[in-house]
């Protein structure tokens, strides 16, 4: 079983997902093979707050061409966690 450092890969932060902070959604990029409790587990013990929901999707690579070269970046997993009312995660905030 991965650790909770290797299931979260990295915290997303676009436009769309700081809109979804105010009402105590997350977004991050998760190993594929990793579960919904893996990874309600994973956000509770980094950032010690209470998981409330959490939604996943598979994200499929986009095609990319350089030239006459085409290829497809890599296919990953997002998830969408919901915090309990009053909880924050910092490394969003700044």
């Known amino acids: ?15 769309k997902n700081t809109g979804l902070m105010e009402y105590g959604k997350y977004s991050f990029e998760v190993l594929r093979a990793s579960s919904k409790p893996e990874i309600k587990n994973a956000v509770e013990t ?4 209470t998981v409330l929901k ?8 986009k095609m990319k061409r350089r030239g006459r070269e085409s290829g497809y970046t890599r296919d990953w997993k997002k998830a969408i ?9 910092e490394i969003f905030e700044s």
Not at 54 to 61: D, E, N
Not at 81 to 89: F, M, N, Q, S
């Open 54 to 61: 959490v939604h996943t999707m598979a994200v499929r690579g």
């Open 81 to 89: 966690v919901t915090l309990a009312p009053g909880d924050r995660i």
């Open 46 to 49: 980094i950032f010690n707050v």
């Open 1 to 15: 079983m991965p650790t909770p450092h290797e299931i979260i890969v990295r915290p997303l932060i676009t436009e």
